[in-house]
């Protein structure tokens, strides 16, 4: 085994390209810039070590066997991957992260977020982006346990490590709704907490694992469905398994098509304060976790991601 690793250096693997691309091993040796014998031979241990023919010899020209074009193309496959990690080692020591990870509150709207991604790709940086899916306190947790190094969406009501910043992203107006066929649709505005307590209300369950979770909009001893994620909550309303508060940017066209209805409440308007967080050590943010914060800096990114209708510039 450790014969064959040996032999399948990236020269080697370079000659067999060579020799497949120029059709000979005299031409291929006049590229390489050896004489024809010396190819041949080290062709001739390539294949000894790997146990398996590599050309018809019966062939004046260079033809490959079966086991010959698959090592062509593997090595040729090998070859991209050495040149791709050479380039992304020297990114990387030219400041750019070798991950970002980016915690993403639910409140969020999806669109805006993926033309960021598109427009981060576009920039062919060696950094992977891992997103991640959160509610509530999760998005905080993600953050301070080092598990995220950018958070968007999230509250300031929680203490973070002394490594993060934080930066307004915008308010959230929360509308609440039901479907046109649930019992509260017909009834007349403003609801009232006797109301809503007969009814069940659907909630999206808090993703953190260690802080004290948050509940919101519950009121005691009322009925809930808890769903894992937002889109199962707006298809529970749609389908009126419940009522409940969404963001209004989340339900703008389902209200405007009438797959919900919005009702007004006898409660205070229920706007949240949103924020964005970074955890950042030293005096600079890598040049990845930097492109997403200037892009964040944007007042127009920051309304699109708030809202359901204006495209991210």
């Given at each position: 085994?450790n014969s064959r690793?040996?032999?399948?250096?990236?020269?080697?693997l370079?000659?067999?390209d060579?020799i497949?691309r120029?059709g000979?091993?005299a031409a291929?040796?006049?590229?390489?810039?050896?004489?024809?014998?010396?190819?041949?031979?080290?062709v001739?241990?390539?294949?000894?070590?790997l146990?398996?023919?590599l050309?018809d010899?019966r062939?004046r020209?260079a033809r490959l066997?079966?086991?010959?074009?698959?090592?062509?193309?593997?090595?040729r496959?090998?070859?991209?991957?050495?040149?791709?990690v050479a380039?992304r080692?020297?990114?990387?020591?030219?400041?750019?992260?070798?991950?970002?990870?980016i915690a993403?509150?639910?409140v969020?709207?999806?669109?805006p977020?993926?033309?960021?991604?598109?427009?981060?790709?576009e920039l062919?940086?060696?950094?992977r982006?891992?997103l991640?899916?959160?509610?509530l306190s999760g998005t905080w947790e993600a953050?301070?346990?080092g598990?995220?190094?950018l958070a968007?969406?999230?509250t300031a009501g929680?203490?973070?490590a002394?490594?993060v910043?934080?930066?307004?992203?915008g308010?959230?107006?929360f509308?609440?709704?039901?479907?046109?066929?649930?019992?509260?649709?017909?009834?007349?505005?403003?609801?009232n907490?006797a109301?809503?307590?007969?009814?069940?209300i659907v909630?999206?369950?808090?993703?953190?694992r260690?802080?004290?979770?948050?509940t919101v909009?519950?009121?005691?001893?009322q009925?809930?469905?808890t769903?894992a994620?937002?889109?199962?909550?707006l298809?529970?309303?749609r389908r009126?398994l419940g009522?409940g508060?969404?963001?209004?940017?989340l339900v703008?066209?389902?209200?405007?098509?009438g797959?919900?209805?919005?009702?007004?409440?006898d409660?205070?308007p229920?706007?949240?304060?949103v924020?964005y967080a970074w955890r950042?050590?030293g005096a600079?943010?890598?040049?990845?976790l930097?492109w997403?914060?200037?892009?964040?800096g944007s007042q127009?990114t920051r309304?699109?991601l708030?809202?359901?209708t204006?495209p991210c510039?």
């Amino acid at each position: 085994m450790n014969s064959r690793r040996h032999v399948l250096t990236p020269d080697a693997l370079e000659m067999m390209d060579t020799i497949e691309r120029t059709g000979s091993f005299a031409a291929a040796a006049r590229e390489l810039g050896k004489v024809p014998s010396a190819l041949t031979y080290s062709v001739r241990q390539l294949e000894d070590a790997l146990d398996v023919l590599l050309f018809d010899r019966r062939s004046r020209q260079a033809r490959l066997t079966a086991a010959g074009q698959e090592l062509l193309t593997e090595g040729r496959r090998l070859l991209a991957q050495m040149d791709a990690v050479a380039n992304r080692v020297q990114r990387v020591a030219s400041g750019w992260e070798t991950q970002l990870t980016i915690a993403v509150d639910s409140v969020i709207s999806p669109a805006p977020l993926f033309d960021l991604m598109q427009a981060f790709y576009e920039l062919s940086p060696p950094t992977r982006l891992k997103l991640r899916h959160e509610v509530l306190s999760g998005t905080w947790e993600a953050l301070s346990t080092g598990h995220a190094d950018l958070a968007i969406g999230v509250t300031a009501g929680r203490t973070a490590a002394t490594d993060v910043r934080l930066d307004t992203l915008g308010e959230i107006e929360f509308a609440f709704v039901v479907s046109p066929h649930h019992p509260l649709a017909p009834r007349p505005e403003p609801l009232n907490a006797a109301e809503l307590m007969s009814h069940r209300i659907v909630a999206v369950a808090d993703s953190t694992r260690s802080l004290d979770s948050l509940t919101v909009g519950i009121l005691p001893g009322q009925d809930v469905l808890t769903l894992a994620s937002m889109p199962d909550k707006l298809e529970a309303l749609r389908r009126g398994l419940g009522c409940g508060f969404l963001p209004a940017n989340l339900v703008d066209a389902d209200l405007q098509q009438g797959r919900l209805v919005r009702k007004r409440v006898d409660q205070p308007p229920r706007i949240a304060a949103v924020h964005y967080a970074w955890r950042q050590q030293g005096a600079q943010p890598g040049k990845a976790l930097g492109w997403w914060l200037e892009q964040l800096g944007s007042q127009a990114t920051r309304t699109a991601l708030l809202s359901a209708t204006h495209p991210c510039a």
